[in-house]
């Protein structure tokens, strides 16, 4: 029986975010406003037909896949890389004198300025909508962050890691994961994410802090030719 993390966009769009999801039986996304992933029921032409469907010329499909796909010519393959997703309860940091506050929607343009500064993963104006997310400020400014994304079954992704890089080295992403991590344990959910493969700094913090990688997915970025 398939793992529900073997598709976690699939998984996370026909569960607990059903109703956050665009589609049918053969291909479901988020709202591009909220992010840019996608999966289909399997690889067939209908299927990449009714994605198809789904998006503006200039809008993308972002797909998390435990095989590489195959796109028929009326896509154009942007990017088509692996990434980690590890597992695992993350430890908690002392915050060393720094507050964590709930970020919310009159936080947007500072998460959207910070995270493209930091380019943690895609993050658009209702991205905060798909979980909670936490940051620190420091003088006023949003200097770090970290928050929820996809939900499949039991499981609670970790995603917008990012701290400023004039605030690195002051342990502040290894606070906010440790209580993103700590929220997420509370509900009786498993935190889990997601890095690409190529990213090992990243990958050896995680692993410090309590991940282990579970699998290799592929993560193949798709726009209408």
């Given amino acids: 029986m398939p793992h529900p993390l073997d598709r976690p ?4 769009l026909t ?4 109703a956050l999801a665009e589609g049918s039986g053969l291909a479901w996304r988020y709202p591009a406003a909220i992010a840019p992933f996608a999966d289909l029921a399997d690889m067939s032409p209908a299927n990449f037909a009714a994605l198809g469907a789904m998006m503006s010329g200039t809008e993308i499909a972002v797909l998390f896949t435990p095989e590489a796909v195959v796109a028929p010519p009326e896509f154009k393959v942007v990017l088509a890389d692996t990434g980690e997703q590890m597992i695992g309860t993350l430890a908690e940091a002392p915050a060393g004198g720094v507050d964590i506050i709930r970020l919310g929607v009159n936080d947007v343009p500072d998460m959207i300025e ?3 500064l930091t380019k ?9 909508e798909l979980g909670s997310f936490l940051g620190i ?3 006023g400014q949003l200097v770090a962050m970290a928050g929820e994304r ?6 609670t992704e970790i995603t917008a890691v990012c701290v400023h890089p004039s605030h690195r080295g002051r342990g502040y992403g290894q606070v906010l994961l440790g209580e993103v991590s ?4 509370a509900r009786g959910e498993v935190p ?17 802090q309590g991940m282990d990688i579970r699998c290799r997915l592929h993560v193949t970025v798709l726009r209408k030719a």
């Fill in 15 to 18: 569960t607990r975010q059903l």
């Fill in 192 to 208: 889990f994410l997601h890095v690409f493969t190529s990213n090992h700094s990243a990958i050896a913090l995680y692993r410090r």
């Fill in 114 to 116: 910070l995270t493209s």
């Fill in 120 to 128: 943690p993963g895609p993050f658009s104006q209702r991205t905060h």
């Fill in 182 to 185: 700590r929220q997420i344990r």
């Fill in 9 to 12: 966009i699939w998984t996370a």
């Fill in 137 to 139: 400020r420091v003088d």
């Fill in 150 to 155: 996809m939900k499949p079954a039991e499981y």
